[in-house]
């Protein structure tokens, strides 16, 4: 009567969502304050000030028509110039409007891309750990998510287990950094490493490898910590941005694809994009945040308070005797579990009301996410309940 | 190397995009003032003045992060509350939040509805003359569209048609009152014979057919010409419905599904729905327009303008010499092209820089669509126009 992979995607309840049901169980049952939710990867910081500011300039003063209307499929032209202008200034590239496509948020950006590419048979590959809903995703689109198991000393590329994943059945290489779940973020080295054996592996096969590079946590990168900007080092990239975490807007779905003009035959390639776009009914981006985004470019995004919460937590997490990468942007710590079963361990984290997600459903099994985009006050109350998890296993050591 | 389909819908230019094009090109030709394009739905009345006050409200008064940050998939439960009350004082049906999925639009409520109900196989049906992007909607998700050819005396259902039509493949049937591109309501006689016939082969097939109310003209009615609420008639309808028209929204993207307590298993249907909404990455409706519409609620659309300009132009086209059904209520007349081939027809509407669109691409062939969501000053310079391009043919009778 239904579909019945609709129904299953939309009723299945994710671990995510499951965890945050019996917060809001316990919330009622001990008070709000006393629930450590680390669940979420909303972010707790306000919309800056300039955004709000833009958006109640352009309501007052621009006509209503030309601020609501249609705009092209792309997006508004103006709007293009100006993110693209940011974009070369910051990064050194050469991009003009014509090689962005506003759209609604980073996931549509994504798998308006994986369509766009996908063709009978294809491959897509990600690195554990990875955003669960790419594997949602890319099946979506009829592809095959191809999972590279984690490097979890540093939470880099696993370049030995990436080889035997590539095959010619490879269309795309999806690139997280900084990176949900690992707080990660790709050196340079990796990057090259990376972009030079997909280059190699284009002419073994004899058609391109795309990277898709996505990027909602690009400005979330701590102590000047520098994040590559990947079309600099490899023709087929696209790059899915958005403003969810850097605006702190992610109700309001706004982002972009860049099509850069190196790509193998960009007109394909855009014209792909805009044709998945049209099939998704993605419209076009929401205009009044084209415009929006458009008189902010450029602008810093205020990560001070996740500087100061994951330096707090890390300390307070190695101190009672937890192993973890040390996070250099995004808002997760990915610690390991102290229990080989990730859930087991989450589950017992709960009985001190510390909501946390298992590993395993980021392809990690083993470890567990730590979300911190919330008040350093409450990251504060936590560290003596972490300790005292802790405690609980360490003492039989 | 990308999807040739995918390809192919993002890049073929659709017969508007031809004709908006060489609008463009005319105009710099002869000035944008001397180019009458009837080619457009982009609603011209301007956003009403509450609307832009409710958003300026709301960016002014309310913390950021319950403006922008992300709303459950289903949207805002408080808004979803008041749209429910406001359909339920207006049309005396009895919906609660929970029977509401807001969308970005129209398209992505119809597109989700497609994709929540489509099964291997199964067919939906549309009545000639039809808004295109049906087709590309319906196939993108698997789905077959089958046509039913016009009844042009009044553009109400050629119900011996729509029976061949029916099989037990028939998943949906697709109804649009009052109708882009005929400027005809379904009457409440229409609705009846419809719903009573689809009532009957539900039991004959066994399994249920819905209907998908495709409702963005709601609100544009003439003289109170009432426009059936399809839920009262028939249990399996749901309603899609889009702020586009309604609040001149078209850029930001916002509308609702209704989903009602009588569809054959509710859980189902609604399960689907937000299945699809997921593959389809419409992560919420923008979160700040779910509020400006909960604000708005029940407040009155302005059709003032749509009133004149389609008293005027019909009866100029009238005068003139065209044969055309009087419009009920949209922005479209679909007057009868004065030569079999309606291609030739709007070439030759173009010697008098008058941009009309051939019906064929509305699945009736032999007639045009006129859209008078325009200047009503440019209506009454065109309407000369019309006449003399009439008179070219009518002089040969």
Known sequence: MVSEKMYELGTKKSTIRTIFEFGRKRAAEVGEE???DFSLGNPNVPTPEFVRQAAMDILADMEPSAVHGYTIAPGNPEVREILAKSINERFGTNFAGKNLFLTAGAAAALTISFKALCEEGDEFIAFAPFFPEYRCFVESVGGKLVVVPAQPEDFQIDFAAFEKCLTPRTKAVIVNSPNNPSGAIYSEATIERLTELLALKEKEYGHPIFIISDEPY??????GYPVPYVTKYYAN????YSYS???SLPGERIGYIVVPDEVSDFGKVYGAVAGAARVLTHVNAPSLWQLVVGRCAGKPSDISTYVKNGQMLYQGLIAAGFTCVKPQGAFYLFPKALEADDYAFCE????????LVPGTDFGCPGYFRVAYCIKTETIERALPLFKKLAAEYLSFA
């Open 34 to 36: 006393n629930i450590f």
């Open 245 to 247: 975490k850097s605006f």
């Open 237 to 240: 990239t696209l790059v899915c």
């Open 348 to 355: 017992r984290a709960k009985k001190y009301d510390l909501l």
């Open 218 to 223: 690009r400005e979330i990168a701590f102590d």
